[in-house]
């Protein structure tokens, strides 16, 4: 099959999103050095001259898979947070929500936190992405938790960065190693590494291994 000059009268989100795709199975495949315009032209059927009219070279492509996934990112941890009006039971949702996302959407959680990380330093308007938001979710419930004497009195931001370290342990386990074997789902998994390092920041009177496990 021959590849396609784009049409001039095409509209300019025609093919974004083949575009996307076909990157996004072809990074999986090759990663980011082996990756190629004329690669994920060929894919769509497509010459390169058609992808360079939506997108400038790949890191831009790249940065809009960054994007989309970050997108996806925040309202998962979102729901997850408004699913829980207890705020340790808050904190256990959204570290299930934070390693279900890696699970299910590697590519994107690959690109957003293990590979080309310096894609996400490259919005215009650094205190409105994404990335801000996502983090944002995980140090409101920590600060919802302590006003709620929840959690010991302490650090927001160094308390957040703690929980986020062990979720994102976790989850680049499981993409590292996907086939090993593991004392059961990821969910108890994720329950029981958070209601340990939980049951350590708690203040004693909040909390319960009961209630927590009830989500």
Request: glycine letters at 6%.
């Amino acid at each position: 099959m021959g590849t396609r000059e784009g049409r001039g009268g095409n509209k300019r989100g025609e093919l974004r999103e083949p575009i996307l795709a076909a990157t996004a199975s072809l990074f999986l495949e090759k990663g980011y050095e082996g990756l190629s315009m004329r690669q994920i032209a060929d894919a769509i059927g497509y010459t390169a001259t058609t992808i360079y009219r939506y997108f400038a070279n790949k890191d831009e492509l790249l940065f809009a898979l960054v994007e989309e996934g970050f997108m996806r990112f925040v309202q998962s941890l979102l729901q997850a947070s408004r699913s829980k009006t207890e705020a340790l039971p808050r904190l256990l949702a959204i570290g299930k929500a934070y390693v279900l996302f890696g699970i299910e959407n590697p590519l994107h959680y690959r690109l957003m936190f293990m590979q080309r990380h310096d894609l996400l330093m490259e919005s215009r308007d650094c205190e409105a992405t994404a990335p801000i938001r996502s983090f944002s979710v995980l140090t409101d419930a920590v600060e919802y938790a302590m006003k709620q004497k929840a959690l010991r009195q302490g650090d927001v931001l160094r308390v957040s960065h703690m929980l986020w370290a062990a979720v994102h342990g976790l989850t680049t386990l499981y993409m590292a190693i996907p086939r090993m074997s593991l004392p059961g789902p990821y969910e108890l998994i994720v329950e029981d590494m958070l209601n340990n390092l939980l049951a350590g920041l708690a203040m004693p009177e909040a909390w319960s291994v009961r209630e927590l496990s009830d989500v």
